[in-house]
């Protein structure tokens, strides 16, 4: 399956938009918590991830590899392959474990039931082990598909809520109490970067081996990166339009309630959209790397329905939790495979060059 540059790009955001990004929880620990400089920040990293997307993208498409270890390790060393290969994987499946959590909370935050949250997150996982089976190809056309239904809706929510609550001025103001890990704005952004970059590795090098041409990939990094920023300066502008927003669990959900049920109904769709999506993205890529054990490779189904009932068990340490120790924590792991993927890039595009320049030298010799 060859993909364009529309499909790449709505099928990378869709990698971050989840719920931790959609729900506000994410955006508010990371930037809105800093204030001003937490909005420098995030256009930064959004900027940043944009950049490093389309290096990824390129040196798949380039090299044929679409591995994470194979992208993220520079050398051929088995230690080092299976050591990016296992930090990588635990760290999708940590990911996974967020989603499950915040599936649960939504149910929760809605009805008040505590019941719910335990059935929402089972039927979440079951559909989710599922329809990740089908393989990237099909996550492709789900992407390309609900992806922009989710901006969409998303966009109208922030709308609604800067109108009614920002009508007396937004004031980025800092937090009186931040997430001890990551305390500086700056680390904050590397941070996001990091960790969302790790935790889509595993997708993003599938999909640079599936993109038609150079071309599609500067559009479709182009293009998301403007989705994504359009999208997370809205909703930090929409929180600190209503600073009690950022105490919720599911912060712009909160707002929506407090603007309409209707909007609620909607942006409740728009968290489960971006749960789903990103539970795909970060799942598809575990069990196809679990299978290159002899042990586990026969057990196609048993393998994924068993990391599910995992997942689910561990999601219920909560939502806000999770994000602001998980992520933090594998943000500066990813700082480690983000120095391999330049190293891996520079190298190839060198080798690109020398070759390049060989040709140019030969062709001017049979001139001569």
Not at 40 to 65: D, E, K, N, P, W
């Amino acid at each position: 399956m060859q993909i364009r540059g529309r499909q790449l790009a709505f099928t990378w955001i869709g990698c971050f938009l989840g719920a931790g990004f959609v729900s506000g929880q994410e955006i508010s620990q990371f930037f809105t918590h800093f204030g001003l400089p937490g909005l420098v920040g995030q256009i930064g990293a959004v900027a940043l991830l944009s950049l490093l997307c389309g290096v990824i993208f390129t040196l798949s498409r380039r090299t044929g590899r679409s591995q994470v270890h194979e992208v993220a390790v520079p050398t051929d060393n088995r230690v080092l392959k299976a050591l990016a290969g296992g930090i990588a994987v635990c760290f999708m499946y940590g990911i996974y474990v967020v989603m499950c959590a915040g599936a649960g909370t939504l149910l929760e935050q809605l009805t008040g039931s505590g019941t719910l949250r335990l059935v929402g997150g089972v039927v979440f996982c079951a559909l989710i082990t599922w329809i990740a089976t089908r393989g990237m190809g099909g996550a492709v056309r789900v992407f390309s598909r609900i992806m922009p239904l989710l901006v969409i809706l998303s966009l109208v929510v922030v709308a609604a809520a800067l109108a009614m609550f920002g009508r007396n001025g937004i004031s980025f103001v800092p937090a009186a109490t931040r997430n001890p890990v990551v305390n500086h704005w700056l680390l904050a952004a590397v941070t996001f970067v990091s960790y969302n970059l790790l935790c889509a590795l595993g997708t993003l090098s599938s999909l640079g081996t599936m993109v038609r041409s150079d071309r599609d990939i500067r559009v479709g990094s182009a293009l998301g990166g403007v989705i994504l920023l359009v999208i997370s300066l809205g909703i930090n502008g929409a929180m600190a339009a209503l600073p009690a927003s950022t105490s919720a669990e599911l912060p712009m959900l909160y707002l929506a309630q407090q603007l309409s049920p209707v909007l609620e109904g909607v942006y409740a769709l728009v968290i489960l959209l971006g749960m789903f999506g990103a539970s795909m993205s970060v799942f598809v890529p575990v069990p196809q790397y679990l299978f290159r054990f002899r042990r586990l490779e026969g057990h196609s189904v048993l393998v994924p329905v068993v990391l599910s009932i995992g997942a689910f068990f561990l999601s219920q340490v909560g939502f806000s939790d999770l994000i602001g120790t998980l992520f933090p924590v594998f943000g500066f792991l990813g700082f480690v495979f983000i120095g391999g993927i330049l190293c891996n890039a520079w190298r190839a595009f060198r080798k690109k060059s020398q070759a390049e320049e060989v040709t140019t030298g030969g062709g001017h010799g049979t001139n001569q």
